[in-house]
């Protein structure tokens, strides 16, 4: 029988020492501190309750943090009818929580203030050494291996706070709730915490099990994966915002090593078609999925992503015109430079038909109600779940009872990392990226199989990208270089709704993406001619709501007698841009209770700058 380990992640709580305030975490199912640490089993029963904290795939239930689709939906990608969505303008009352749940702040793309994970992974590393030290009859390895376990999840953990907050409070060992200096010590640097990170990620990549028996328990390769995923975002930040290129260089290369460990494993290759990676119901034995989560009704561990992907359930945030323009043509070119016939027809029907076979897989090919900007995206189902519109899905596509597997972690997010960091490296004095390197990369991805539903529909293969013939977007920003614009854009392709694109936007220092005011196209959907495409709207009921906007800027708004003017842009019902922001939203704050605390106790917990 085919075991799956990411089916049930069961969370192992020991009776401990409490910890004091915001450390404290709540005990749910009490195990005997004194006798459970005895035996291997033991170890990875207790390091599968991290699983469903960093692992999360499309999350549980009706449960979206972290889940494509409904946890990630906050970023320059996507509209939605009235005000978009805006970041917080003050610091919070309070910003804290102590409970090993999985929570996600959507605005940060990351956790709340919360140290439960460091403190469940620190203990992990203790008790690992104690039994050590007690002469458990366990091999070298065997304790490395674990140590290695408990200090990626440690450097994971603080990877995800620095990236919301900034500087936080390095903590390297359990702390006693009697140890008030330690316990309310104030924010660490960021670089300095990273740092410690950096440490933890070596040790994993050169201690780490490359197999502990069924590849889907966490060895060297999904930890590299993911390794290779943190250090981009943290050197990257370092280069755009720190102007640090000792510790970009430092982190970048980390990054670009663990990615290339994966790689050149010869476990992992392009052999299935994109909509396959997201909406198969068995990813066991997909070549280019490196960690997955798998679903099964029969032992009730389900989902609901696949249902909002099903063309009848409301996108609310949805695909903008802005996203819809990024997609090259499958000349390789971007629309303006294209020679492929109409590439400058921004409707639904030619997109699909014209750009990146991504841009089909992601997307209805057709204007939908059911989307915010008539783009639907339909990325998180299969081919068969669509053709139930209008009539009764079966449950494995409705509600909270879908089956499709999440891919976790997969290669084409691995080799995108490499090339990214390789490119960031060469602006740093590091080799250049050649040739080969696009080949492994980028041209690897552009050559995934398509399947059936694609082929049928003539949709073609996107050439390869060549290091000599690198196209010169008009729309490039002038601060980056045509290649590592590529780069950036072969990203915002392939992550659609992921994890991606809010981080990314972030640690180039280009937030600004989310001003309409700088960026129009986020307030708009692609071009639709409504009494040719969509006549279904032209009714009373849209006289005066519904309005296009046409290549001249001009918005037409319909009356009821003017359907043939009712072509351009679509204009998401009442939208407006969202509220102004300043830098200082790259970062968090933390709570005013938390900062209250600290004063109350005689310490000083520093807001984060900017929030002050």
């Known amino acids: 029988m085919k075991k799956q380990i990411l089916l049930i992640l069961p969370l192992v709580i020991l009776v401990l020492g409490a910890c004091d305030d915001f450390l404290d975490r709540s005990s749910l199912t009490e195990m005997n501190d004194d006798t459970y640490w005895t035996t291997e089993n033991n170890l990875r029963l207790f390091s599968n309750g991290f699983y469903s904290n960093y692992f999360v795939g499309y999350n549980s239930g009706w449960g979206s943090a972290y889940a494509p689709l409904r946890g990630y939906y906050f970023s320059d990608d996507f509209s939605s009818t009235g005000k978009l969505g805006s970041f917080e303008t003050q610091a919070p009352s309070s910003r804290a929580d102590d409970d090993e749940v999985v929570s996600m702040m959507n605005s940060y793309a990351g956790p709340t203030w919360n140290f439960a994970w460091v403190r469940k992974a620190n203990i992990f590393m203790e008790r690992i050494a104690a039994m050590q030290e007690a002469g458990v009859e366990l091999s070298e390895e065997t304790f490395q291996h674990w140590t290695a376990v408990a200090r990626f999840f440690r450097g994971f953990e603080y990877s995800r706070l620095v990236s919301v907050f900034g500087d936080v409070p390095y903590y390297g060992e359990v702390i006693d709730d009697s140890n008030l200096d330690a316990l309310y010590k104030d924010r660490d640097d960021r670089t300095f915490v990273m740092d410690q990170v950096y440490d933890d990620f070596v040790y994993v990549m050169e201690n780490m099990r490359t197999s502990d028996g069924n590849a889907q328990y966490l060895n060297r390769y999904i930890a590299a994966s993911f390794i290779s995923r943190l250090m981009l975002f943290e050197g990257t930040w370092q280069k755009y915002h720190l102007n640090n290129t000792e510790k970009a260089s430092k982190y970048l290369e980390l990054a670009a090593d663990a990615a290339d460990f994966v790689m050149s494993s010869g476990m992992y290759s392009f052999t299935s078609d994109f909509r396959s990676l997201f909406g198969s119901q068995d990813l066991a034995g997909n070549k280019e999925v490196i960690l997955f989560r798998h679903y099964d009704a029969s032992i009730g561990i389900t989902h609901h992503v696949a249902s909002y992907s099903n063309l009848t359930e409301g996108q609310y945030n949805a695909p903008n015109l802005s996203l819809a323009k990024a997609f090259i043509c499958t000349d390789g070119k971007p629309y303006q430079l294209s020679a492929v016939p109409n590439a400058d027809e921004l409707s639904i029907q030619n997109l699909a038909a014209t750009r990146d076979p991504r841009f089909e897989a992601t997307f209805w090919d057709a204007p939908k109600k059911e989307s915010s900007t008539l783009l639907y995206a339909c990325k998180f189902i299969d081919r068969v779940g669509v ?89 490039r920003d002038a601060d980056v270089s045509a290649l590592i614009w590529e780069i950036r854009r072969e990203r915002r392709m392939e992550f659609v709704y992921e994890h991606s694109r809010l981080l990314d936007i972030k640690r180039w220092n280009k937030i600004d993406y989310m001003s309409g005011a700088d960026n129009p196209d986020i307030l708009r959907g692609p071009w639709i001619d ?28 319909y009356n009821g007698s003017n359907a043939a003017e009712i072509v351009g842009y679509y204009v998401p019902e009442n939208v407006s841009d969202r509220d102004p922001f300043t830098d200082r939203v790259y970062l968090a704050p933390v709570g005013n209770a938390q900062i209250s605390e600290y004063m109350d106790k005689g310490y000083t917990l520093s807001q984060t700058p900017g929030w002050e």
């Open 530 to 557: 409504f009494e040719t495409d969509f006549p279904e709207w032209l009714v009373e009921e849209k006289e005066g709501v519904l309005r296009v906007e046409t290549a001249d800027g001009t918005v037409v708004t």
């Open 387 to 475: 053709t139930y519109y209008g009539s009764t899905y079966p449950s494995m596509y409705g509600s909270n009872t879908n089956t499709n597997d999440a891919p976790v972690m997969r290669l084409g997010e691995v080799v995108l990392n490499w090339i990214e960091a390789k490119a960031e490296l060469a602006t740093m004095g590091g080799a250049a990226v050649t040739q080969a390197d696009l080949d492994v990369s980028i041209n690897a991805i552009r050559s995934r199989p398509l399947d059936a539903v694609a082929i049928e529909k003539g949709i073609q293969q996107t050439v390869p990208l060549l290091l000599a013939e690198l196209p010169d977007d008009p729309a």
